[in-house]
């Protein structure tokens, strides 16, 4: 069964810094990776997908690694800006549905 | 519409109650999703449908959570004799391609939020 770990499941940065979140995956036979962003009570809004094949995906000041064999994968974020703050979530296919990780709650302060 | 919608946002339940909750997708798409996320969780898969067929219910915790989509566009959950662990962010999903949601992205509505008392 696929599990999903995130790591760290809290940070809180200033305005500016540069900053790395983890994924975790347990089975390594993925098509893709997704990072989603959760803000307090709305649903999720995906952010990058990370092809297999892939090892890296970047959109703006996002940048998403996939590395498959050690299962694990990191969502850089640069020059963080309060409105970054939210809960980014990344999950990995399973079937026809999402095995979603528990999530890092990211708090950028001004 | 442009998105998918789902209703109420809030609902507070008494323990013991049934609830039904709504899902709107987006117009077309054949694929839908429930999926509960407790606080402080990820979202985890409740149940899928392709068009009115509900393709997968491995998902759903029990008895007491029924799911359909009878004409394969609008969905409903519906929670019987509501308990305090069903207390969570209901999220539904949808995706244009059938069978393909989670190669292919999916569109997520903003959720409702179940509190039971």
């Not at chain 2, 929670?79 to 292919?104: F, H, K, M, W």
């Amino acid at each position: 069964k696929q599990e999903v770990t995130q790591i760290p499941a809290a940070l809180s940065v200033p305005e500016g810094e540069n900053l790395v979140l983890n994924c975790s995956f347990t089975d390594s036979a993925i098509y893709n990776l997704q990072w989603f962003r959760q803000d307090p009570g709305k649903g999720l809004t995906s952010l990058l997908l990370i092809q297999s094949s892939q090892r890296e995906q970047t959109s703006g000041r996002l940048n998403a690694s996939l590395d498959k064999s050690s299962g694990r994968s990191t969502l850089y974020i640069a020059a963080s800006q309060p409105g970054d703050s939210a809960t980014y979530l990344c999950a990995v296919p399973y079937g026809q549905n999402f095995v979603f990780g528990p999530g890092t709650r990211l708090s950028v302060l001004p | 519409g442009a998105g998918v919608s789902q209703s109420p946002r809030y609902k507070v339940a008494k323990r013991g109650q049934d609830v039904a909750l709504r899902c709107d997708p987006i117009s077309g798409h054949v694929s839908l999703f429930w999926y509960q996320q407790a606080l402080g969780q990820g979202p985890e898969f409740l149940t899928y449908f392709q068009n009115e067929a509900q393709l997968d219910k491995s998902g759903l915790p029990s008895d007491r959570f029924f799911a359909e989509r009878p004409e394969g566009s609008v969905s409903t959950l519906k929670i019987q004799r509501t308990q305090q662990e069903d207390s969570a962010v209901y999220l539904c999903a949808s995706s244009l391609p059938p069978g393909g949601g989670a190669n292919y992205g999916y569109t997520f509505g903003s959720g409702t939020r179940l509190t039971v008392v």
